[in-house]
């Protein structure tokens, strides 16, 4: 993963807006709900004015998606006072407790920017009903505690997917003394959106190595995917997912309890996807070192509470890892973990 220049989809450079602090994430889901409706009741009723989606000139199809050109910045963003929350997430997910800041950690520090441009409201898409489909990480150096940082957000990327269409919302970590020296973490986050449609450019575009659609394993009847030997085994309580929200700010329903979860079509609470790949990060331990790159893709949810069986695996790079249902051999979540 290399980084580049934030930039619309036309190539442009986007607009840098300056924000004074990170946002919260509980009021932010509050704008995501509000503009999730917004968005459904204008794809219903095209023509309403202000929230109508309106239709192109001429041949009466929806007017284009397109996604917002700007570029969200905190600046001087403190590291000293987070020491005791960085130990609980530590000790939450199983890394070793010291003051070096572990990428799922920065992770949590720069999803409420990259939250924030999916609640704008120019944002095409809506956030709630989002399928999360993978992430792609770099860290490229340690990052301690007392660090003053740069956060950044933007989102690019809108592309077809067969069941919808997929975006990435991409976060940069800059050390705040030298922010011009480029990113010392960045984390590219993918979302589907089911429903939404985007022309194909080519037929090179069709989907066929999506996250979500990779390996037909995933989709098949279980018993039908032989998995490794498991290096490890998670028992996950109800709580997992509240105690991840605690830490992450990240209290969406579906992780909360079974109630909320089944509002949404689940029939108990699931595992934050994040959590599990960052318990998987911390099954690779020290031999990842100091600057590496990390991948997941996700499959399908984990059910709380639930037994996820893991094996970590060294490759010709670095790590393979897999999580999945031992009873059902039903993946839940891959990935990679490749020092640098």
Known sequence: MTAAAPATSAGEPLRVETLPTLPGLGSLYARGAAASGRIAAGRAMPGLPVIGQGRSEGDGEPAPLTLPDVAYRVTRVPTAELAHHLHDYQRLLHEPVTD????????????????????????????????????????????VVGDVLEVRAWAENLRPHKRGVQVDLVAEVRPQADPDAGPVWRGVSTYLAKGFHLPWSDEADAPRDEPADADAEDRAPAGTWTPPLPTGRWALGPGTGRAYGAVSGDRNPIHLSALSAKAFGFPRAIAHGMYTAARALADVGHARGDAYRWTVEFASPVLLPGTVDVAVTPDDDGFAYVGWNGGRRRQHFRGTVTPL
């Not at 441009?117 to 095409?124: A, E, K």
């Open 100 to 143: 070096v800041l572990p990428a799922g950690y920065l992770h949590v520090l720069a999803f409420p920017l990259a939250t924030a441009v999916m609640v704008r409201g120019d944002f095409p898409l809506p956030l709630l009903g989002m399928v999360h489909l993978a992430n792609d990480v770099e860290l490229r150096g340690p990052v």
